[in-house]
């Protein structure tokens, strides 16, 4: 799928629309040089800079700047509305959603991992999506057994070695991708329930072990991206279809 530069993302002139039964995928880098990252800070609310000001690391600040602030500008396409314009309100875990006083109906979801971004953009149905990199040294066998349900844990011990961080990622962004599409963080309890992988790995549902979240069982793409990252959106239905549009109108 294409990966946007936040510079031409804001130079094209263009306005999207969504049938029904489709989703929208976009993946987008993070980088801008400092006279764009300056013009990008404009577009965002007062809430958006205060906490764009409390990072440490100008590199995570300025991630954070870009991926709000071209949150807004694809928003505004789909709404025939400036960045500003847009409001965003939040639920009990964080998750953004617009503001729905005036508002058509638009659902989203926005994950970033470094460099790179994934927004998920619906009519109306939630989604959720995550992106990962496979970078990070992490002890995949440790926190599968700590916070995957047991079978995704043997399916990822049983994988040959040089495979396992790979086999670990799928299942990480899909049950994050779930989380987000119910609503409710990664603190949630990720061993209630597990991904069920079919065909050649393509697809995936969830499958709820205990409990009611999720309450209903997600469809899960995975994405397929650069290599070095792992993505996933989850759906709420087998007949919605991805789109992963370009800059210009569609």
């Known amino acids: 799928m294409p990966v946007h530069s936040a510079a031409s993302l804001v130079a094209a002139d263009a306005a999207y629309c969504l049938d029904a039964e489709q989703i929208d995928v976009w993946a987008v880098?993070?980088?801008?040089?400092?006279?764009?990252?300056?013009?990008?800070e404009t577009w965002l609310a007062a809430d958006e800079l205060a906490r764009a000001r409390r990072f440490v690391f100008d590199r995570d600040r300025r991630r954070f700047v870009v991926a709000r602030a071209l949150l807004r500008l694809l928003l505004g396409r789909y709404l025939r509305q400036t960045p500003q314009e847009l409001s965003f309100v939040y639920g009990e875990a964080g998750k953004p959603s617009l503001d729905p006083r005036g508002q058509p109906a638009l659902e989203f979801n926005l994950s970033h991992s470094a460099d790179r971004a994934l927004l998920a953009v619906s009519s109306g149905v939630p989604i959720g999506v995550d992106i990962?990199?496979?970078?990070?040294?992490?002890?995949?066998?440790?926190?599968a057994n700590r916070y995957f349900y047991g079978s995704e844990y043997d399916s990822i011990a049983a994988a040959p070695a040089p495979l396992q961080r790979d086999a670990f990622l799928r299942h990480w962004v899909a049950k994050e991708a779930v989380l987000k599409g119910?609503?409710?963080?990664?603190?949630?309890?990720?061993?209630?329930?597990s991904i069920c992988f079919e065909g050649q790995g393509e697809r995936a549902r969830s499958i709820t072990h205990v409990g009611d979240v999720p309450a209903k069982p997600w469809c899960v793409r995975m994405l397929s991206l650069e290599p070095g990252w792992h993505g996933a959106v989850a759906l709420p239905a087998e007949s919605f279809t991805l789109r992963f549009p370009t800059c210009r109108p569609v």
């Open 29 to 40: 880098d993070l980088h801008a040089a400092p006279a764009l990252l300056a013009h990008l």
């Open 132 to 143: 990962e990199s496979s970078t990070r040294a992490i002890d995949v066998l440790a926190i």
């Open 182 to 193: 119910e609503g409710v963080g990664i603190g949630f309890a990720l061993e209630r329930f």
